[in-house]
């Protein structure tokens, strides 16, 4: 009987080990004062509610003031971080409209064409379910919900032109 006991309580450790574990998450870096949106050269930290991160795998990491600027980033490397490869990338995340939590970017769904503007105007508006995603669409006149794959160089020229 007793080692039935140290069974359960040994199960119930090592499921709430995992557990925390999982809600921990990964660790996303915030920006610094002083961190410039690679792109725009905008003041990253002024816009809390809409930063996206770059991770690398050696740690270092660019921000963003808006998703539309990580597309740019992401869609010219080379122009924008010289040096950078993608294979490098370790993880992209963007701030989800309603809880300001950071999410997987590719995960995401993103809503253009609504009535919600970003730090430099229209914008890829992040939300972590498809539902949230109707519903922004609905409540904020969106025109489209697209996945993280489906954003390609044509559509954020088309989001940047409006």
């Known amino acids: 009987m007793k080692?039935?006991?140290q069974l359960i309580v040994i199960s119930f450790l090592t499921l709430w080990a995992a557990f925390a574990a999982a809600q921990e998450g990964v660790v996303v870096p915030k920006p610094g004062e002083k961190d410039l949106c690679p792109?725009?050269?905008m003041l990253v930290s002024k816009y809390?509610?809409?930063v996206a991160v770059v991770k690398y795998r050696d740690g270092h990491a660019h921000f963003f003031d808006g998703a539309k600027d990580m597309f740019k980033y992401l869609h010219d490397l080379p122009k924008y971080a010289p040096g950078h490869r993608k294979e490098n990338i370790a993880g992209i995340h963007v701030?989800?409209?309603y809880g300001l939590n950071k999410i997987d970017?590719?995960?995401a769904f993103?809503?253009?064409g609504s009535d919600v503007l970003g730090p430099m105007g229209h914008e890829f508006v992040p939300l972590e379910t498809r539902a949230d995603a109707e519903e922004f669409l609905?409540?904020?006149k969106g025109r489209q919900i697209l996945s993280f794959d489906q954003v390609d160089s044509a559509i954020v020229e088309?989001?940047?032109g409006q």
């Open 3 to 5: 080692s039935l006991k």
């Open 39 to 41: 792109v725009c050269g």
């Open 48 to 50: 809390p509610n809409w």
């Open 95 to 97: 701030t989800e409209f």
């Open 105 to 107: 970017a590719r995960k």
């Open 110 to 112: 993103y809503v253009i």
């Open 138 to 140: 609905k409540d904020h």
């Open 158 to 160: 088309k989001v940047d």
